[in-house]
């Protein structure tokens, strides 16, 4: 459990931007407000931005959170983001006061989404159905956030006097949930995603780097306890132990971030998840209450998120996402997030869902799609029909694969076709 009382560093650092003033309250320097109004009217501000939390930190990081970071890097925890473990940009992740020079503090916000409306049984059980992880339902959170948070720090600049800023949204060297935490605006859970005790962990995070002096608000208290329901619920173990996520089994990272086959062994876990995962959050007691409040206030149409999630993300068809073509895919997914893992990664993750679906009415479309011209479709699909066949189908299957094995240039795509010919032939002595 982390300490709630400020550091000797954290005193020294609050008094070196204040002053008391004669009925002893403490005033700052840069607008010569009393702290509590300062901040008060800035998190004013940050609400009107559509940011739900706002707080306030100092640029370093606890030395627990940069010890944990090394420790998951020389685990090879990272997969293949290499660029994480890249010296230069690994230091700047260590030493948030790097990335702005004279960076006095870091304003933390957080943006709510729409949770899932459907329980986690629902998801896994929807027939024909894909499961995407709910803060993809709607529009790209990075543009509309990073417009938001440039729009906050130009008023801050008519509050503080104009200061040197810099705004980030996720794709910085940042590590925002250890900044998140020191903030006081929620606790990395064991899922290490940040957790606030009414919202839960469904929002979204962003800083504002600012040369401001800022009274820093007191760290979080974690509340995670003795639960371990996020570990316990992992489909993949990807929760290796409290607090840490090994990226190369979690759900999320290869169903967006990895472009490569994925290991077989993982394929039979990911079930019907396409894009992403929210399994470790749908079980965490702190969202339940969350999503009802949430939900509830949806649907009485007082909940206005401004990612406009979008009917056909909620579960949506696999036989249809299938046949997207490049077009179809872009048209689709224009201002989504979803285009991040390009028509190649979402195709290869529909037939991964549809090899585990148990429903062989999908052999007909996975057949379709051996030709296709991108090589993690056709060697995904090999593998998927193999999942698919039974004593009806095999024969149909087996051919099917044969034809186009002989015209496969790539050798991952015609080992998945190879391997599947092979299975077939020992399981119905096909020849
Ligand atoms: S996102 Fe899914 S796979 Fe990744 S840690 Fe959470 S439950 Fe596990
Ligand atoms: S499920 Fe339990 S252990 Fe996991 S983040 Fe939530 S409260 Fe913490």
């Given at each position: 459990m982390m300490s709630t009382l400020p550091t000797v560093g954290t005193i020294l650092y609050l008094y070196s931007m204040c002053y008391v003033d004669a009925t002893s309250q403490l005033m700052c320097q840069c607008t010569g407000m009393a702290m509590d109004d300062l901040k008060g009217k800035i998190r004013e501000k940050a609400i009107e931005h559509g940011f739900k939390l706002c707080r306030i930190t100092a640029p370093q990081l606890d030395k627990r959170h940069i010890q944990g970071l090394q420790n998951w890097l020389d685990a090879d925890?990272?997969?293949?983001?290499?660029w994480m473990a890249e010296e230069v940009r690994l230091q700047r992740r260590k030493q948030p006061e790097s990335m702005l020079s004279d960076v006095q503090s870091i304003i933390t916000v957080a943006m709510p989404y729409t949770p899932p409306a459907y329980s986690l049984d629902e998801a896994c059980h929807a027939e024909g159905q894909g499961v995407i992880s709910a803060y993809a339902h709607g529009d790209d959170y990075h543009d509309l956030m990073k417009k938001r948070l440039k729009a906050f720090a130009a008023d801050l600049d008519l509050m503080l006097g104009k200061r040197d800023q810099r705004v980030f949204v996720d794709t910085a060297p940042v590590l925002e949930h250890a900044l998140a935490e020191a903030s006081g605006l929620g606790w990395q859970g064991k899922h290490t995603l940040t957790i606030h005790r009414?919202?839960?962990?469904w929002f979204l995070l962003g800083e504002i780097f600012t040369t401001a002096n800022i009274e820093v608000d007191e760290a979080a208290i974690n509340h995670c306890g003795s639960c371990s329901a996020c570990i316990n619920i992992c489909p993949t173990g990807?929760?290796?132990?409290?607090?840490?996520?090994?990226a190369r089994l979690c759900i999320s990272y290869l169903t967006i971030e990895y472009d490569g086959f994925i290991p077989h062994h993982l394929r039979t876990l990911m079930?019907?998840?396409?894009?992403?995962?929210?399994d470790c959050q749908m079980v965490c007691p702190w969202n339940s209450h969350a999503s009802q409040v949430t939900l509830r206030l949806h649907d009485q149409n007082e909940w206005n998120d401004p990612l406009k999630p979008r009917g056909e993300n909620h579960l949506p068809d696999l036989a249809s996402l299938l046949h997207l073509d490049d077009d179809g895919f872009r048209k689709l997914f224009r201002k989504s997030p979803i285009k991040r893992s390009k028509r190649a990664g979402l195709l290869r993750n529909v037939c991964i869902a549809m090899g585990n679906s148990g429903n062989t009415l999908f052999v007909d479309d996975l057949i379709t799609v051996l030709a296709d011209d991108e090589i993690l479709i056709r060697g995904h699909a090999a593998w998927a029909l193999g999942r698919l066949s039974d004593t009806e189908n095999y024969h149909r299957i087996g051919i099917e694969l044969s034809y186009c094995s002989q015209r496969e240039e790539d050798s991952e795509a015609l080992d998945e076709m190879n391997v599947t010919i092979e299975y077939l032939r020992s399981k119905y002595d096909y020849t």
């Open positions: 925890m990272q997969a293949d983001m290499n009414d919202m839960g962990s990807a929760i290796v132990a409290p607090y840490v996520v090994d079930g019907n998840r396409i894009y992403g995962c929210d």
